[in-house]
C-alpha cells in the first residue's frame, strides 16, 4: 500500500474534504484531537435539560450557495431557521441588527422607510476618504449615537480592542436595514440541522474509507504521508516561528433554570460595563422539540493564550504582516500541505463558505 493521505481536524473543512476525496476512492486517515467531531460546530445533549446544546456557541446554517445547501442536504436533515436576535442596551430591549424598528425605538419616533434613511444619513459621519477601521465604517454608516450605543461596547468587549484598530469587513457582517425586517442573515437558505452539527458531520465521515482517529495531535514529526490537509491553526503548524497570529478565545457559562429564561434565542448586551457580549438559550433552535429545563450559556470574550481554544482571528495589520509571513511558509510546502478553513487560512469565514472552498479543495486535489 502506497503513502496516505491525513486530514488534520474534524470540522467541516476536512470532514468535507475527507469525503470529496473517498467519493473519488482516495482513502484518509483523519485526525482530531478532541475527543468529538465537528469543530466548533459541536453539538451535543445537555445531560441536565435534554436540550441540544451548541458547545462553541451558536450555529445558525445560512447560505445562498445551492450547492452547499444541496450538500448539507445530503447528510441531515435542515430544520428551517430565521435567526433573530434583541440588544440590551441601557436597560432596554431593542430589535438588532439596526433595522427601522431599531432606529424609531432609540431615537423615539415613527419615521417611514424613507424619513428614517433620510435621518440616518443626516446623522452619518462622513470623511473624504474611504472608511479604513470598523469605527470610520460604523460612523460614515449610522453615525455616532447608534454606534456607541450598539456597536462600540460590543466590539471592543467582542475583541478587546479599540473599534478603530479593527478591520471595517468585520462591521460589513451585519445588515442595516430600513424596513422592520430583523432576520440577521439575508442568505435564502436558512436552517439548523435536526439532530445537530455532530450528527451531521458524522454522517459525512461514515464512509469505508475514511478512517477517523479522534483524541489523536498531528505531529509533523511522525507519519509518512502522501499529503496532509491541515485545518487546525495556521501560526500552530510552523511551530509559531514568526510569532503568534492574534485570535479571540471565548469563555461559556452555563446555567440551568425552569421554563423559558429570556424569550429568545440569543439576546446581545450591548453596553461594555456587561462583562458577557450574549446570552444563548439553545432550546430556542430546537423549536420542534420540548424540554421543561432550559440552558443557558452565556459568552465572555477573551484573549486567547496557550491553552485557550481559538476562535476569532483578530486581523490587525501586525497580524497580516505576521499572516504573510506564514502563508509565504505555506506556498513552499504546498505540494505536500494543504491548509484550510477558518483557522487553517486565518479568515472569519462561515460555514458554508468553509464547505464551499473544501469541496473545491477535495474535488481537484490530486496524487503527483
Ligand atoms: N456586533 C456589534 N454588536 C452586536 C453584534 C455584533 O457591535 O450586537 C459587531 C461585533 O464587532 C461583532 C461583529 O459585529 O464581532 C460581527 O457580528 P456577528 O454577529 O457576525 O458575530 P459572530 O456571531 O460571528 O460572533
Request: aromatic fraction near 14%; glycine fraction near 6%.
Amino acid at each position: 500500500m502506497g503513502k496516505r493521505v491525513c486530514i488534520v481536524g474534524a470540522g467541516f473543512s476536512g470532514a468535507v474534504i475527507a469525503r470529496e476525496l473517498a467519493e473519488r476512492g482516495i482513502p484518509s486517515v483523519m485526525l482530531e484531537e478532541r475527543s468529538t467531531v465537528g469543530g466548533n460546530c459541536h453539538t451535543e445533549r445537555c445531560e441536565q435539560t435534554g436540550v441540544m446544546r451548541h458547545v462553541y456557541g451558536p450555529h445558525i446554517f445560512h447560505t445562498d450557495k445551492e450547492e452547499v445547501w444541496q450538500y448539507v442536504n445530503r447528510f441531515a436533515q435542515m430544520m428551517p431557521y430565521v435567526y433573530r436576535v434583541k440588544a440590551v442596551h441601557a436597560d432596554q430591549v431593542y430589535s438588532f441588527p439596526i433595522n427601522l424598528h431599531t432606529i424609531n425605538q432609540f431615537f423615539g419616533k415613527a419615521m417611514r422607510p424613507e424619513e428614517a434613511l433620510d435621518y440616518i444619513q443626516s446623522l452619518a459621519i462622513k470623511g473624504e476618504m474611504e472608511p479604513e477601521n470598523f469605527e470610520e465604517q460604523a460612523h460614515a454608516m449610522i453615525g455616532s449615537e447608534l454606534y456607541e450605543a450598539f456597536l462600540e461596547g460590543y466590539t471592543r468587549k467582542q475583541w478587546g480592542r479599540s473599534p478603530a484598530e479593527l478591520p471595517a469587513s468585520i462591521l460589513k457582517r451585519l445588515p442595516l436595514r430600513f424596513t422592520y425586517e430583523d432576520n440577521y442573515f439575508n442568505h435564502p437558505y436558512q436552517a439548523i440541522p435536526k439532530e445537530g452539527y455532530t450528527a451531521l458531520i458524522e454522517n459525512i465521515l461514515d464512509h469505508e474509507l475514511i478512517q477517523l482517529k479522534l483524541n489523536v495531535v498531528f505531529d509533523l514529526d511522525r507519519g509518512d504521508w502522501a499529503h496532509v490537509f491541515y485545518t487546525g491553526p495556521l501560526d500552530r503548524y510552523f511551530n509559531y516561528q514568526f510569532g503568534r497570529l492574534g485570535y479571540r478565545s471565548l469563555e461559556f457559562v452555563d446555567e440551568v433554570h425552569p421554563g423559558d429564561y429570556q424569550g429568545n434565542v440569543v439576546i446581545n448586551y450591548s453596553d461594555q460595563e456587561v462583562p458577557y457580549t450574549r446570552t444563548l438559550e439553545h432550546k430556542h433552535f430546537a423549536y420542534w422539540e420540548q424540554h421543561e429545563a432550559t440552558l443557558v450559556t452565556r459568552e465572555y470574550p477573551k484573549q486567547c493564550q496557550d491553552g485557550d481554544t481559538p476562535y476569532y482571528p483578530i486581523r490587525l495589520v501586525s497580524d497580516k504582516v505576521l499572516l504573510q509571513h506564514y502563508q509565504e511558509a505555506a506556498q513552499v510546502i504546498s505540494d505536500c500541505v494543504t491548509f484550510a478553513g477558518r483557522l487553517g487560512t486565518y479568515r472569519y469565514l462561515d460555514m458554508d463558505q468553509t464547505i464551499a472552498e473544501a469541496l473545491k479543495i477535495g474535488r481537484n486535489w490530486t496524487r503527483d
